[in-house]
T-cell receptor, first 110, second 114 residues
Framework: GQNIDQPTEMTATEGAIVQINCTYQ??????LFWYQQHAGEAPTFLSY????GLEEKGRFSSFLSRSKGYSYLLLKELQMKDSASYLC???????????FGKGTRLHILP | NAGVTQTPKFRILKIGQSMTLQCTQD?????MYWYRQDPGMGLKLIYY???????DKGEVPNGYNVSRSTTEDFPLRLELAAPSQTSVYFC?????????????FGDGTRLSIL
C-alpha cells in the first residue's frame, strides 16, 4: 500500500525557522508536492520536487531524498500568516492521482 | 480570473436527501478531481476525470456519483445522504494529470448531514 507520514502539529516562533518532515512508502514514486492550507480555505501549491535535492523559493524551501523516501519543507523568517496546515502529497508513475498525507498544522507564536 | 468555482459554499441536508455539488473551471484543464476532507485529516480522492466523457473511482467513491459531459463541468452527486458524508468537499483541476502539474482547488463546499 501507499503511506505518507508527517507530524500532526508543530509550534514555532515568529521570525524563527521551522522544518516540516514527510516520509513516504509508495511503489512507483514519481514526485512530491507541498501545499499550504489556511483554516477554512482551499489548499494552494507551494512546491514540487521530482529530483533529489533542495528547491528554494523565497522564504520556503523543499528537499527530497528519493532513496530515503523523505522530504522536508523549510520555512524561514516565520510570519504570523504562515500559521496553516502543510500537506505533503505524492504522485506515482503512470498515475493521474495524488496521494495526500494528513497534513501538519503549524502554529506561529508571537 | 475565476479558476475553479464550487457551489454551494454551505449546505445542510437531512439523512436520505439527495443533492449535486457543482464544480466548473475556466482554465480548459482536462483533469478534474473531487476530494473530501474530514476534520484534522488530509484529502481523500472520491472520483476523478481525465477528460470529457471519462471518469474513474478514487479511494472513497461509495455513496457518490459523477459525470463529465463537458471539459468545464464536473458535478458530484450524493444520492442518499448519510451522516458519514458530513465533510468539506473540494474540487480541483489540473493541466496534465497529477504527475508534475499542481492542482488548482476550488474554495470548497461545507456539507452537513443531519
Amino acid at each position: 500500500g501507499q503511506n505518507i507520514d508527517q507530524p500532526t502539529e508543530m509550534t514555532a516562533t515568529e521570525g524563527a525557522i521551522v522544518q516540516i518532515n514527510c516520509t513516504y512508502q509508495t511503489s512507483g514514486f514519481n514526485g512530491l508536492f507541498w501545499y499550504q492550507q489556511h483554516a477554512g480555505e482551499a489548499p494552494t501549491f507551494l512546491s514540487y520536487n521530482v529530483l533529489d535535492g533542495l528547491e528554494e523559493k523565497g522564504r520556503f524551501s523543499s528537499f527530497l531524498s528519493r532513496s530515503k523516501g523523505y522530504s522536508y519543507l523549510l520555512l524561514k523568517e516565520l510570519q504570523m500568516k504562515d500559521s496553516a496546515s502543510y500537506l505533503c502529497a505524492v504522485t506515482l508513475n503512470r498515475d493521474d492521482k495524488i496521494i495526500f498525507g494528513k497534513g501538519t498544522r503549524l502554529h506561529i507564536l508571537p | 480570473n475565476a479558476g475553479v468555482t464550487q457551489t454551494p459554499k454551505f449546505r445542510i441536508l437531512k439523512i436520505g436527501q439527495s443533492m449535486t455539488l457543482q464544480c466548473t473551471q475556466d482554465m480548459n484543464h482536462n483533469y478534474m478531481y473531487w476530494y473530501r476532507q474530514d476534520p484534522g485529516m488530509g484529502l481523500k480522492l472520491i472520483y476523478y476525470s481525465v477528460g470529457a466523457g471519462i471518469t474513474d473511482k478514487g479511494e472513497v467513491p461509495n455513496g457518490y456519483n459523477v459525470s463529465r459531459s463537458t471539459t468545464e463541468d464536473f458535478p458530484l452527486r450524493l444520492e442518499l445522504a448519510a451522516p458519514s458524508q458530513t465533510s468539506v468537499y473540494f474540487c480541483a483541476s489540473g493541466e496534465q494529470g497529477a504527475s508534475n502539474q499542481p492542482q488548482h482547488f476550488g474554495d470548497g463546499t461545507r456539507l452537513s448531514i443531519l
